[in-house]
């Protein structure tokens, strides 16, 4: 007795996943770059030199077929004596962007599932 399978269903979520995949490191950098933007102009602190703001950044570290590491940040040493004193926003941000990128996460895995 022949037995017949059909992956239409499987496939069709194999090629949602490869879709949503594909930009999600692209979707993450920016939700960073963003959360940079966000504290070169919102912070509290006088910018004399600049020099804090041109060193707030987000970067792709290491990038991989399975896993991708962001840094963010600011690169100029004062920057955590400037966030202990509640000019500078860095780690709320950061915080706020990693809530975005895994509320991201579960939407992309609805819309792998749901199609």
């Known amino acids: 007795m022949p037995v ?5 269903q499987v496939m069709a ?3 949602r996943a490869e879709d949503e995949f ?3 490191e692209a979707r993450t950098l920016q939700v960073f ?3 940079a933007e966000e504290e070169r102009g919102g912070h509290t602190y006088e910018n ?3 020099d804090l703001e041109a060193s707030t950044y987000a970067v792709v570290v290491e990038s991989s077929e399975d896993h991708f590491d ?3 940040g600011a690169r100029e040493g ?3 004596y400037l966030e202990r004193r509640g000019l500078s926003h860095v780690t709320l941000l950061y915080n706020d962007a990693l809530e975005e990128v895994a509320s991201d996460i579960d939407a992309m895995g609805q ?3 749901e199609g």
Do not use: K, N, P
Request: aromatic content about 12%.
């Open 4 to 8: 017949v399978v059909d992956l239409s």
């Open 13 to 15: 979520m194999t090629a």
């Open 22 to 24: 594909g930009t999600f």
């Open 33 to 35: 770059h963003d959360a």
């Open 48 to 50: 004399r030199t600049g």
């Open 70 to 72: 962001v840094e963010f």
């Open 78 to 80: 004062y920057a955590s």
């Open 111 to 113: 819309r792998i599932t």
